[in-house]
């Protein structure tokens, strides 16, 4: 028989503790993110978060989902899950922020670069089929329990619609655009940011809806390493058999999932049109 989980232990091990100060510094650098997000959302009054999540939807979206985006926050807020939301809007918005920073960049050079791609793409199939509980195990054993591992697990779970959808975005911009502009006399950096990426925005935008709902998913899971928020209750109603808590967890998931995609979904499509 043939073990490999060994040696993968043995390389996590190698890692933590040669590279234990560089995790440590991550560590803090995440922790800051995710912590100065929930200050921001958790300072203001209740009311005054939902009144400018309802007026963004109003601007994006219309009058159908600000009416759900009023009348789901208040639900939340009157069920007494309003800290636990935030906690977790937190986590999702600093692990969906920092997934983008690295997620576009690598997708924009798998574009650029064939080889690139051609690495990145088994990497990136790994990435979205390994069980989301599997990323636990090496987060734990980096930072230990807490928001941290909690970030670092949804950052690497909601990378790949990034990274894929850039690449899909910048490689369908029509060679004949690209012909043109390089005719013209622009230089690689005048066709990225003034040809290429306007032209795959509607893509890119699509990529950071899938990149939100899936650390939205993980973040839930991540409750099981201690990353609090909406996720701790959904696992108390399920390790405690308490039916109507974990059903309470659940509709304010829901609630978040769906103000969070109509609003971004949102974007991407104004982009289209504005194509069009």
């Not at 309802?54 to 979206?61: G, I």
């Not at 950096?189 to 032209?199: A, D, I, T």
């Not at 990149?211 to 899971?221: D, E, F, G, K």
Request: no cysteine; glycine share 10%; charged share 10%.
């Amino acid at each position: 028989m043939i073990h490999i989980g060994p040696y993968i232990e043995e390389f996590i091990n190698w890692l933590t503790n040669n590279f234990g100060a560089l995790f440590n510094i991550i560590k803090i650098i995440v922790i800051s993110v995710v912590d100065s997000v929930e200050w921001i959302l958790m300072f203001p009054p209740f009311y005054v978060i939902i009144l400018l999540v309802a007026f963004l939807a109003w601007k994006r979206t219309g009058l159908g989902v600000t009416i759900f985006t009023i009348l789901g926050l208040t639900l939340i807020w009157a069920m007494g899950y309003w800290g636990q939301t935030m906690a977790t809007l937190a986590l999702i918005l600093s692990a969906a922020f920092i997934a983008l920073l690295i997620g576009v960049p690598m997708g924009i050079w798998a574009a650029k670069n064939p080889l690139a791609g051609k690495i990145m793409r088994p990497i990136l199939d790994l990435m979205q089929t390994m069980p989301a509980f599997v990323y636990l195990i090496p987060a734990v054993l980096f930072f230990g329990l807490g928001k941290v591992p909690g970030a670092f697990a949804t950052i690497i779970f909601a990378m790949p619609p990034a990274v894929r959808l850039t690449t899909l975005g910048i490689s369908q911009v029509p060679k004949e655009i690209v012909e043109a502009t390089r005719s013209f006399g622009a230089t690689p950096r005048q066709l990225l940011f003034k040809v290429e990426l306007p032209l795959a925005l509607p893509t890119i935008l699509a990529g950071v809806n899938q990149t939100i709902m899936m650390a939205l998913s993980m973040v839930v899971i991540s409750a099981m390493i201690a990353a609090g928020g909406l996720g701790e209750v959904v696992l108390k109603g399920i390790t405690q058999l308490k039916i109507g808590l974990g059903f309470e967890g659940g509709i304010a998931v829901v609630i978040l999932a769906i103000i969070l995609d109509r609003i971004t979904q949102s974007f991407g499509n104004t982009k289209k049109k504005n194509i069009a």
